[in-house]
T-cell receptor
Framework: NAGVTQTPKFQVLKTGQSMTLQCAQD?????MYWYRQDPGMGLRLIYY???????DKGEVPNGYNVSRLNKREFSLRLESAAPSQTSVYFC?????????????FGEGSRLTVL | AQSVTQLGSHVSVSEGALVLLRCNYS??????LFWYVQYPNQGLQLLLK????ATLVKGINGFEAEFKKSETSFHLTKPSAHMSDAAEYFC?????????????WGLGTSLAVNP
């Protein structure tokens, strides 16, 4: 039971470098999400995908792009990393449909931008 | 607009003592309410949720929460703390209908359990 798998778990970048965070879920969920978690700021939604082929902005989308590659995979790209993007990134998925559905989270990707 | 306030960013209890983590919300429509737990270096997992059925909701690991509309609260309790309960706890609210992107998170409460 893999659930939601994120790679890499740790990454150090220099300012201006680019990278992609990968996320895959094996639960046949429709909806997928990318959050960032920063001390004292809780969880903030970056982008989400309600279903395969659709993506939409969350609260803090600037500096990020996403791709819903297929139903399983949802990637987050930083085109030109900035120190303000140092954070822990979480991918989550949900079956979709009713708003009562539980979110299933990956273990996080810890990114440091120097 | 929905919002969530978790009172106390850090709570410390002794092993065996009552755990009470406070969550107050504001919502213009009947809310759905959630508690998630995050153990160190892990992702979040659902503890329990209120979705307009019973106001007293039981979750995993002996936790429960009571929805009190008059107080706009959804406090999390556990009668007897265990060392393994040490974690970060997040309360979240979403409107009764609509897209889950409107899930509003509290800032979290870090629970420490002392031996």
């Amino acid at each position: 039971n893999a659930g939601v798998t994120q790679t890499p778990k740790f990454q150090v970048l220099k300012t201006g470098q680019s990278m992609t965070l990968q996320c895959a879920q094996d639960m046949n969920h429709n909806s997928m999400y990318w959050y960032r978690q920063d001390p004292g700021m809780g969880l903030r939604l970056i982008y989400y995908s309600a279903s395969e082929g659709t993506t939409d902005k969350g609260e803090v989308p600037n500096g990020y792009n996403v791709s819903r590659l297929n139903k399983r995979e949802f990637s987050l790209r930083l085109e030109s990393a900035a120190p303000s993007q140092t954070s822990v990134y979480f991918c989550a998925s949900r079956p979709g449909g009713a708003n009562t559905g539980e979110l299933f989270f990956g273990e996080g990707s810890r990114l440091t931008v120097l | 607009a929905q919002s969530v306030t978790q009172l106390g960013s850090h709570v410390s209890v002794s092993e065996g003592a009552l755990v009470l983590l406070r969550c107050n919300y504001s919502s213009s429509v009947p809310p759905y309410l959630f508690w998630y737990v995050q153990y160190p270096n892990q992702g979040l997992q659902l503890l329990l949720k209120y979705t307009s059925a019973a106001t007293l909701v039981k979750g995993i690991n002996g936790f429960e929460a009571e929805f009190k509309k008059s107080e706009t609260s959804f406090h999390l309790t556990k009668p007897s703390a265990h060392m393994s309960d040490a974690a970060e706890y997040f309360c979240a609210v979403t409107p009764g209908a609509g897209n889950n992107r409107k899930l509003i998170w509290g800032l979290g409460t870090s629970l420490a359990v002392n031996p």
